[in-house]
């Protein structure tokens, strides 16, 4: 990254914090950025985020046609693609020893160029703080006060809005819902490749997990990753997991860099929870994820959305608005919790791949 971006960031993040905003939203991913990218310029926005952009994400970094139709203005540039620029998508099933493949056109991005990409759209009239944790909200009549900690110090400040972009383990969603959704460790290894696969593998298995594993050309590098369930041995389902790639696809190689994250698996309606009238949840933290691919850009930059355009709209009273707007959104969660019922099962999998 060119040296004056990375000194206009440390500018505006050492900016001095006011005491009172608008809007404080925290996490500066998709989600996150979107609202702020959305949102008017009347209102006096901060940002913050617990590290410092850009940075590395455990993601496998396949933007889905939802994805695509939401930015296909934005003139998306080359340097945030990877290679192969598109991807198709192979399924294949091990346990019934099927496979399917599937025109897709994926758009493989370096997932860390992406999110700095897109914070730099979100930039206009809204104050950044990075390196910023967010500790704890109280909610009072006339606004929420909010806990953060800077460089070791802490300080309280007041906003009339929270949004929280967090993702899974948001300290917003956990003050405001007792019951935890389902999670998974995303868990990626990196390694040299010489051939080049043109499709992505999603890959199911239910000796490894009742979710999927995939393989995911970047460059000259593969990622081969899974979704493991959180109490499982992660380290002892990687190496069969490893085993079965050699014998099935001949992949070999030193792995180079190991990557863990929680990845949030939605089971039913209940597991959607938008906020309430101050409080608003966007992407992840409000259980915007597809169960069945653990898919969370489209929905985190579309939830976004929804919370921007009800703040704009209607700011004394936006939440009706959000629910309004993201009804579509919740569907759409809904149809794929069947869809990801149906292929954690190996016997109803065989009719989902005819």
């Known amino acids: 990254m060119p040296f004056f971006l990375y000194l206009v960031l440390w500018i505006m993040n050492k900016e001095s914090l006011n005491n009172e905003y608008d809007i404080i939203i925290v996490g500066a991913g998709p989600a996150g950025c979107c609202v702020a990218k959305f949102l008017s310029n009347e209102y006096n926005i901060l940002m913050i985020d617990r590290s410092r952009l850009p940075r590395d994400r455990s993601c496998g970094g396949l933007m889905v046609e939802e994805a695509q139709d939401f930015i296909k203005d934005w003139k998306l540039p080359k340097s945030v693609f990877s290679y192969p620029k598109y991807l198709d998508l192979k399924m294949i099933d091990w346990n019934n020893d099927l496979e399917i493949d599937i025109k897709k056109k994926l758009w493989n991005v370096s997932r860390k160029d992406f999110d700095y990409w897109l914070l730099k759209k979100s930039q206009n009239d809204v104050q950044f703080s990075f390196e910023t944790k967010f500790l704890q909200f109280e909610k009072k009549r006339k606004n929420i006060e909010i806990l953060l900690e800077i460089n070791n110090k802490r300080k309280v400040i007041k906003t009339k809005y929270l949004i929280g972009a967090?993702?899974?383990?948001?300290?917003?969603?956990?003050?405001?819902?007792?019951?935890?959704?389902?999670?998974?460790?995303a868990a990626q290894y990196w390694l040299k490749h010489k051939n080049i696969y043109?499709?992505?593998?999603?890959?199911?298995?239910?000796?490894?997990?009742?979710?999927?594993?995939?393989?995911?050309?970047?460059?000259?590098?593969?990622?081969?990753?899974?979704?493991?369930?959180?109490?499982?041995?992660?380290?002892?389902?990687?190496?069969?997991?490893?085993?079965?790639?050699?014998?099935?696809?001949?992949?070999?190689?030193?792995?180079?860099?190991?990557?863990f994250a929680i990845l949030s698996?939605?089971?039913?309606?209940?597991?959607?929870?938008?906020?309430?009238?101050?409080?608003?949840?966007?992407?992840?933290?409000?259980?915007?994820?597809?169960?069945?691919?653990?898919?969370?850009?489209?929905?985190?930059?579309?939830?976004?959305?929804?919370?921007?355009?009800?703040?704009?709209?209607?700011?004394?009273?936006?939440?009706?608005?959000?629910?309004?707007?993201?009804?579509?959104l919740i569907n759409e969660i809904k149809r794929k919790i069947d869809k990801s019922n149906a292929l954690s099962d190996p016997e109803k999998r065989v009719e989902m791949f005819k």
């Open 166 to 185: 967090n993702g899974p383990f948001s300290n917003i969603r956990n003050s405001l819902v007792k019951k935890p959704m389902r999670h998974y460790v």
């Open 265 to 328: 698996r939605p089971e039913n309606k209940k597991d959607i929870f938008l906020g309430n009238d101050k409080i608003f949840l966007v992407g992840e933290s409000a259980g915007f994820i597809s169960p069945s691919t653990g898919e969370g850009i489209s929905f985190a930059m579309r939830s976004g959305y929804n919370c921007a355009k009800a703040l704009n709209e209607n700011f004394e009273k936006p939440f009706s608005l959000y629910k309004e707007f993201s009804e579509n």
């Open 198 to 259: 043109n499709s992505a593998y999603f890959i199911y298995d239910n000796e490894i997990t009742d979710f999927y594993s995939w393989i995911i050309q970047k460059k000259d590098n593969l990622i081969l990753g899974s979704a493991l369930e959180k109490d499982s041995n992660i380290k002892n389902k990687m190496r069969i997991l490893r085993n079965k790639f050699k014998k099935k696809f001949n992949i070999t190689g030193n792995v180079f860099k190991k990557e």
